[in-house]
């Protein structure tokens, strides 16, 4: 089961986190966007090529210290069919450097349609006769708010392919109370029942570790909800947003660990791509920043919890 990969890298490398590959173009160095400028233009080309190279001098650095990226499809698609190509072309990349890789995505459609996401960013596409992997992500991220039509047909794809989804469940931004919050007539939150469904789902989905195939995106800023969630989902690997620029630190994490210190990865994205700005580092050492501070993230991190056991 896909998880189970993930969750045996990160107990080989003691480290619980993955590297979110947002770019902006603002955290680039200047020398990088200067020669994608130069050979492609100041346009979407340019713009998509400067993000590629950016993306795989990070990988580069990080691929030893942390075992997975998470690239935000939104950051790519911005940038056009160029974008999304790189959006490829980065986690062909990330896969090479044996990277498992989280498509963060937040697809959410029914039937054929979500068929058709599943197949295209998790799955295979036929082509008279050929079998063709489109972007080939060991996982995607899932809004799951329009119930099981939207999450079933996900399913039997990631048991055919070895993949994984993580489904929204107590998400990290300001405003998640307003809906996700919400009670039932028997006093339980939205966010705890879909949370369940995720344990319900994931029975079609079992792991070798006590973790199904289904997972759940958790917030860091709500650590309270993170500490239920961890006890009423046993089974439930979580996705953790909200480290670092959002707010969230390593004490604020750790409720969504298990007692060996398992059930969780937690993300970083801006903390770890602006490092170099925020160390005033020279442009050219901007991989370097970023894995010192994914070093300091996992050290962080790790001190909180113990040694990860299987």
Known sequence: MSFDRLIEKIAEMQNPTVA??????????????EKA???HGKNLDGAAAAILEYNKGLIDALCGIVPAVKPQ??????????????????????????????????RNDIGTT????????????????????????????????LGS??????????KEQDKGIFILVKTSNPSS???????????????????????????????????????????????????ELRTALPHTFFLVPGYGAQGG?????????????????????????????????PEADFAKAAAAEAVRMRDEIIGEIGSIQL
């Open 177 to 227: 109370g307003e809906l996700q919050n919400r009670t039932f007539d028997d006093g339980k939150t939205l966010y705890a029942t879909m949370g369940a469904l995720c344990e319900s789902w994931g029975e079609q989905l079992p792991g070798a570790h006590g973790y199904s195939g289904v997972g759940a995106v958790v917030g860091a800023t709500y650590p309270e909800q993170l500490k």
């Open 20 to 33: 979110g590959l947002d770019p902006k173009l603002a955290y680039i160095p200047s020398y990088i966007k």
């Open 73 to 106: 499809c939104a950051y790519y698609e911005m940038y056009g069919w160029q974008g999304v190509k790189t959006l490829h072309d980065t986690v062909a990349y990330a896969r090479e450097k044996g990277m498992f890789v989280i498509t963060d995505g937040k």
């Open 249 to 281: 630190g390593a004490k604020d994490v750790a409720p969504a660990f298990d007692v060996n210190g398992c059930g969780a990865i937690i993300n970083a994205s801006r903390s770890i791509l602006c490092a170099w700005q925020k160390q005033n580092a």
């Open 149 to 158: 039509d939207g999450v079933n047909p996900l399913l039997s794809i990631c």
């Open 114 to 145: 979500m068929e058709a996401y599943a197949a295209a960013h998790l799955g295979t596409v036929d082509v008279e006769g050929e079998c063709c992997v489109p972007f080939n992500g060991d996982a995607l991220t899932v809004n799951g708010y």
């Open 37 to 39: 400028f130069a050979q």
